[in-house]
T-cell receptor
Framework: DVKVTQSSRYLVKRTGEKVFLECVQD?????MFWYRQDPGLGLRLIYF???????EKGDIPEGYSVSREKKERFSLILESASTNQTSMYLC??????????FGPGTRLTVT | QKEVEQNSGPLSVPEGAIASLNCTYS??????FFWYRQYSGKSPELIMS????GDKEDGRFTAQLNKASQYVSLLIRDSQPSDSATYLC??????????FGSGTRLQVQP
């Protein structure tokens, strides 16, 4: 079974802090994704990566950056957290097909 | 127009009935279509994928795809209270990523 893990289930940070969310997959998948999910807005793609050190902007990249130094690990960075970044953050991975498998999610609250 | 449209619901069906969930999409080049189930507070779980016109069955689930009309549907037979969840439709965008609909909330009444 594909396993995608995320570093934290719940996180509370203060406005202006730098926040790191980490995601690890164990299936040697090429592609990894970061989404945020908000009520009424659905899943929105922030960034994705199709290879080590490669990244592409999704639909809402503003305020975020990513890092992929190893194939199994994909990090989402909030350079200066703001209250409007309070959300559920979901990481996913996929192999040669389009099927994506999700981690358990991180609920981030920025106060 | 959104790329993937779903009725937000809730869709309420009695236990044992067939639940029918629908999704329309705007991108004619999409070739891969997926249904995810998401329980409240949990992450999405892949339940069905379909790539060709017609029906694909897996247990109590049937996915139906009509590329000419640009819709994909999910039928759940013999619905159970444990099927109560939000169902997300997703399509490929041709760039390794998926575009998700906002989901339809299904309630199965015992």
């Amino acid at each position: 079974d594909v396993k995608v893990t995320q570093s934290s289930r719940y996180l509370v940070k203060r406005t202006g802090e730098k926040v790191f969310l980490e995601c690890v997959q164990d299936m040697d998948h090429e592609n990894m994704f970061w989404y945020r999910q908000d009520p009424g807005l659905g899943l929105r793609l922030i960034y994705f990566s199709y290879d080590v050190k490669m990244k592409e902007k999704g639909d809402i990249p503003e305020g975020y950056s990513v890092s992929r130094e190893k194939k199994e690990r994909f990090s989402l960075i909030l350079e200066s957290a703001s209250t409007n970044q309070t959300s559920m953050y979901l990481c996913a991975s996929s192999g040669t097909g389009y099927e994506q498998y999700f981690g358990p999610g991180t609920r981030l609250t920025v106060t | 127009q959104k790329e993937v449209e779903q009725n937000s619901g809730p869709l309420s069906v009695p236990e044992g009935a067939i639940a029918s969930l629908n999704c329309t999409y705007s991108d004619r080049v999409s070739q891969s279509f997926f249904w995810y189930r998401q329980y409240s507070g949990k992450s999405p779980e892949l339940i069905m994928s379909i790539y060709s016109n017609g029906d694909k069955e897996d247990g109590r689930f049937t996915a139906q795809l009509n590329k000419a009309s640009q819709y994909v549907s999910l039928l759940i037979r013999d619905s159970q209270p444990s099927d109560s969840a939000t169902y997300l439709c997703a399509i490929d965008t041709g760039r390794r990523a998926l575009t998700f609909g906002s989901g339809t909330r299904l309630q199965v009444q015992p």
